[in-house]
Each structure stands twice: as structure tokens, then as C-alpha cells.
T-cell receptor
Framework: DAGVIQSPRHEVTEMGQEVTLRCKLI?????LFWYRQTMMRGLELLIY????????DSGMPEDRFSAKMPNASFSTLKIQPSEPRDSAVYFC?????????????FGPGTRLTVL | QKEVEQDPGPLSVPEGAIVSLNCTYS??????FMWYRQYSRKGPELLMY????GNKEDGRFTAQVDKSSKYISLFIRDSQPSDSATYLC?????????FGQGTRLTINP
């Protein structure tokens, strides 16, 4: 299995532009988590889905952020418009279920820089 | 107060030393405790998992949980340069994982 796949690996954009980050889950996994990591705030959960349904989006910082799961194996995180403070590494992770006992497997991350 | 507190370090020790990494948490309802390891430019990966007070060993790694003090630790024995990474504690609470800040560890040959 290839593991969780994220694209792009690096993204540099200008303030105000739309950014779309993509994630492909491990086959057979039903839960998908989006995290953001910065030096100041560490690793923060933004939103998670179970069986394609958003369960908890309380970590989404603002309305500029939106996430979708159009099918069981793929998700997008969109930022529109982007701002410099959005610069961070964005990870998605998948697990078999949303239960605490199921390991979350992280992708390699997308390093976003907003100028 | 953050739900999970972890000293970000950095921590630098010589090869072969015993390393102690620690986290405190605020919610006594938290039940499941994990340690993730993150190499530079990579995603975190689960290292150890425990849900009870006491010690759990896996090779050179020992995870310790003290629920009465709301304190968790990760010990690394005979540390190796390949152990150099950021170590994040993670605690399952309120239906989600809450991560500590992460401690950057360097093992010097």
C-alpha cells in the first residue's frame, strides 16, 4: 500500500489566491483527518470525516477554509482567499474508523507558503 | 491552559544516553495516550500507544502514564542517532486526538 498520498508537496502562492490541497486515503480506511502544523501552535486538528461525512469542523479557523470528501478515498482542503498567516504544513491522516483505538496514518504533508 | 503541554526543547544528548520526554494534560477524562515520532520533512508516525496507568515497553522505548498526576512520559534507552526526531505526545479526548507541541530531540554520535 502506498500510504496516504498528499499533493502538492509544496505550494507557494500570493495572498488572496485560492489554494487547494489534496489527499488520498489508504484503501479501506473510512476516517479522514486534516491537521495543520506550525512552530507556534504545533499540530492542530482542523476537521475530520467519517464515511465521507464531516464529524467535527470546530478546528477550522475561519470561513476561508473549507473541506470536502467527494468520495470514499479522496478529500480536498481549500483556502480562499489565502493569507500569510495560513503558511504552515498541512497533513491529512486516515484511519480504519474514527475510534480512538485505530491508528491514524499521516501523509507526508503539504508545505504551504503564502507571500 | 492548553489541554496538552509539552516542552518543545530542543533536547540534545550524546549517543547511548537515556532520554526522558514528558507531557502533562489537563482533563482527567482523557483515557488513551500515544507517542508519535516525526522525522524532518515527514508526517508523524505512531510509536507507542497505551490506555492505562503504568509502564509499557517496546524494545528500547518505554511509555509511562500517571493518571493521578496527569503526566505521561516516554523513555528511550541506549539512544541512537537514528532516534533524532520530533516526538509528539497525543491524547485522545472529546472524540479527537489532541497533540502536544512536540519535543525536538537530537542524539549526537
Amino acid at each position: 500500500d502506498a500510504g496516504v498520498i498528499q499533493s502538492p508537496r509544496h505550494e507557494v502562492t500570493e495572498m488572496g489566491q485560492e489554494v487547494t490541497l489534496r489527499c488520498k486515503l489508504i484503501s479501506g480506511h473510512n476516517s479522514l483527518f486534516w491537521y495543520r502544523q506550525t512552530m507556534m501552535r504545533g499540530l492542530e486538528l482542523l476537521i475530520y470525516f467519517n464515511n465521507n461525512v464531516p464529524i467535527d469542523d470546530s478546528g477550522m479557523p475561519e470561513d476561508r477554509f473549507s473541506a470536502k470528501m467527494p468520495n470514499a478515498s479522496f478529500s480536498t482542503l481549500k483556502i480562499q482567499p489565502s493569507e500569510p498567516r495560513d503558511s504552515a504544513v498541512y497533513f491529512c491522516a486516515s484511519s480504519l474508523t474514527q475510534l480512538s483505538t485505530d491508528t491514524q496514518y499521516f501523509g507526508p504533508g503539504t508545505r504551504l507558503t503564502v507571500l | 491552559q492548553k489541554e496538552v503541554e509539552q516542552d518543545p526543547g530542543p533536547l540534545s544528548v550524546p549517543e547511548g544516553a537515556i532520554v526522558s520526554l514528558n507531557c502533562t494534560y489537563s482533563n482527567s477524562a482523557f483515557q488513551y495516550f500515544m507517542w508519535y515520532r516525526q522525522y524532518s520533512r515527514k508526517g508523524p508516525e505512531l510509536l507507542m500507544y497505551t490506555y492505562s496507568s503504568g509502564n509499557k515497553e517496546d524494545g528500547r522505548f518505554t511509555a509511562q502514564v500517571d493518571k493521578s498526576s496527569k503526566y505521561i512520559s516516554l523513555f528511550i534507552r541506549d539512544s541512537q542517532p537514528s532516534d533524532s526526531a520530533t516526538y509528539l505526545c497525543a491524547i485522545w479526548g472529546a472524540q479527537k486526538l489532541v497533540f502536544g507541541q512536540g519535543t525536538r530531540l537530537t542524539i549526537n554520535p
